[in-house]
C-alpha cells in the first residue's frame, strides 16, 4: 500500500522568505507527483506537478523531485499571507487510479 | 476556467437514509473520481470511474456506496444507508489524463 509521509507542522515563515515543504512516498515505482493547497473548509487546489528528477518551476513554485531519495519538495518564494493553508502532496497510482494523499503540512505565514 | 461543480453544497440527513452527491466534471475530461475528508483528517480515495464503469475502489467503498453517470454531464455517488462516520466531506474530481481537479465539495452531516 502506497504511503506519503509528511510533516503536519505548523510550519511558520516570516512574509517575504522561502517556505520549504517537504514529502517522502513509499512506493519506488511511482511516477508522479502533486501538490496541493486547501484553504481551510474549501476543497484541494492543484498548484503544481512534477514527473521528472530535478526541479520545476512555476511562478513563485518550484517543486523538486527526487526519486532515488523517494522525495519531493515544494519551495514558496516570497511567501505572501494569503499562501496560509494546508499543503498536500499526492501519489497517483496511474491511469485512473485515485491518488493517494499525505496529511498535508500546515503553513503559516506571518505579515 | 471549466470548473469541477457539485451539489448540494451541505446535505444534512438521518442515519439509515439515502444520500445521493452529484457531481458535474469538466466537460472534455474521462476519468471522474470520488474522495473523502473526514474532519481533521487526510483526503481519502473511494472510487475512480473510466468509460462508464469502476476503475478502481478503495477499502471504503463497501457495497453501501455506488456510483452512476446517467446522463452525459453528471456522475453521482450514492451511499444508500447512511451511518454516523459517513459525516464528511465529499469530493469529486475529474482529470483528462493525470492531473485531477476538485469540485468544491459536499458537505454531508449524518444525524
Known amino acids: 500500500q502506497k504511503e506519503v509521509e509528511q510533516n503536519s507542522g505548523p510550519l511558520s515563515v516570516p512574509e517575504g522568505a522561502i517556505a520549504s515543504l517537504n514529502c517522502t512516498y513509499s512506493?519506488?515505482?511511482?511516477?508522479?507527483f502533486f501538490w496541493y493547497r486547501q484553504y481551510s473548509g474549501k476543497s484541494p487546489e492543484l498548484i503544481m506537478f512534477?514527473?521528472?528528477?530535478g526541479d520545476k518551476e512555476d511562478g513563485r513554485f518550484t517543486a523538486q523531485l527526487n526519486k532515488a531519495s523517494q522525495y519531493v519538495s515544494l519551495l514558496i518564494r516570497d511567501s505572501q499571507p494569503s499562501d496560509s493553508a494546508t499543503y498536500l502532496c499526492?501519489?497517483?497510482?496511474?491511469?485512473?487510479?485515485?491518488?493517494?494523499f499525505g496529511k498535508g503540512t500546515h503553513l503559516i505565514i506571518q505579515p | 476556467e471549466p470548473e469541477v461543480t457539485q451539489t448540494p453544497s451541505h446535505q444534512v440527513t438521518q442515519m439509515g437514509q439515502e444520500v445521493i452527491l452529484r457531481c458535474v466534471p469538466i466537460?472534455?475530461?474521462?476519468?471522474f473520481y470520488w474522495y473523502r475528508q473526514i474532519l481533521g483528517q487526510k483526503v481519502e480515495f473511494l472510487v475512480s470511474?473510466?468509460?462508464?464503469?469502476?476503475?478502481?475502489k478503495s477499502e471504503i467503498f463497501d457495497d453501501q456506496f455506488s456510483v452512476e453517470r446517467p446522463d452525459g454531464s453528471n456522475f453521482t455517488l450514492k451511499i444508500r444507508s447512511t451511518k454516523l462516520e459517513d459525516s464528511a466531506m465529499y469530493f469529486c474530481a475529474s482529470s483528462e489524463v493525470d492531473e485531477q481537479y476538485f469540485g468544491p465539495g459536499t458537505r454531508l452531516t449524518v444525524t
Open positions: 470511474f473510466y468509460n462508464n464503469e469502476i476503475s478502481e
Open positions: 466537460s472534455n475530461h474521462l476519468y
Open positions: 512534477i514527473y521528472s528528477n
Open positions: 512506493d519506488r515505482g511511482s511516477q508522479s
Open positions: 499526492a501519489v497517483p497510482g496511474g491511469g485512473a487510479d485515485g491518488l493517494t
